[in-house]
T-cell receptor, first 112, second 115 residues
Framework: GNSVTQMEGPVTLSEEAFLTINCTYTATGYPSLFWYVQYPGEGLQLLLKATKADDKGSNKGFEATYRKETTSFHLEKGSVQVSDSAVYFCALSANTGNQFYFGTGTSLTVIP | EAGVAQSPRYKIIEKRQSVAFWCNPISGHATLYWYQQILGQGPKLLIQFQNNGVVDDSQLPKDRFSAERLKGVDSTLKIQPAKLEDSAVYLC?????????????FGPGTRLTVT
């Protein structure tokens, strides 16, 4: 079946620190992979995506590379800001019908 | 462009009562999804519509949950009767089509508390 395993939080970092949030997946076929972000009091927003192996998604300084050999899609940012404090969800989309499977979310708090 | 609208934003009911949630997707989006997000967990798909037809409702507890999208635009999700374990945020999302390359856009959610 399809599932996503995400690094547990919460994660607390100082401003300008390096961020990695691990995400691995199990899927049948060739899924698309996504990172969504949920800021306090707001809905889920797409952060970045990759639709095939070796693709790199990037947005707002965040990056993630679709690694088929390790079934991973780790989220990274070189220098986090206080405004990056949010909950981050890794997700995959099955290639039939676009059903999404989400990880449990990782809460990130960045302190000045 | 207006986003996905949901109402109400918050609802508190007692167990065994019924409740309904409403969603209006982005204009022109053919695919609509309802998710349940229990505190501390990721969203779980309940039902997916393509226009006014159901694509996937395999995780919808059909003994108490129902959903419809009669005219292929807005949708309602109903719970009757509610149980304590139904306390969660109910998210509606829409996408232009159902292929995996199409981004899903999420509404702000309805937070349901069952007492």
């Amino acid at each position: 079946g399809n599932s996503v395993t995400q690094m547990e939080g919460p994660v607390t970092l100082s401003e300008e620190a390096f961020l990695t949030i691990n995400c691995t997946y199990t899927a049948t076929g060739y899924p698309s992979l996504f990172w969504y972000v949920q800021y306090p009091g707001e809905g889920l927003q797409l952060l970045l995506k990759a639709t095939k192996a070796d693709d790199k998604g990037s947005n707002k300084g965040f990056e993630a590379t679709y690694r088929k050999e390790t079934t991973s899609f780790h989220l990274e940012k070189g220098s986090v800001q206080v405004s990056d404090s949010a909950v981050y969800f890794c997700a995959l989309s099955a290639n039939t019908g676009n059903q999404f499977y989400f990880g449990t979310g990782t809460s990130l708090t960045v302190i000045p | 462009e207006a986003g996905v609208a949901q109402s109400p934003r918050y609802k508190i009911i007692e167990k065994r009562q019924s409740v309904a949630f409403w969603c209006n997707p982005i204009s022109g989006h053919a695919t609509l999804y309802w998710y349940q997000q229990i505190l501390g967990q990721g969203p779980k798909l309940l039902i997916q519509f393509q226009n006014n037809g159901v694509v996937d409702d395999s995780q919808l507890p059909k003994d108490r949950f129902s959903a419809e999208r009669l005219k292929g635009v807005d949708s309602t999700l109903k719970i009757q009767p509610a149980k304590l374990e139904d306390s969660a945020v109910y998210l509606c999302a829409s996408s232009l089509e159902k292929g995996s390359s199409y981004e899903q856009y999420f509404g702000p959610g309805t937070r349901l508390t069952v007492t």
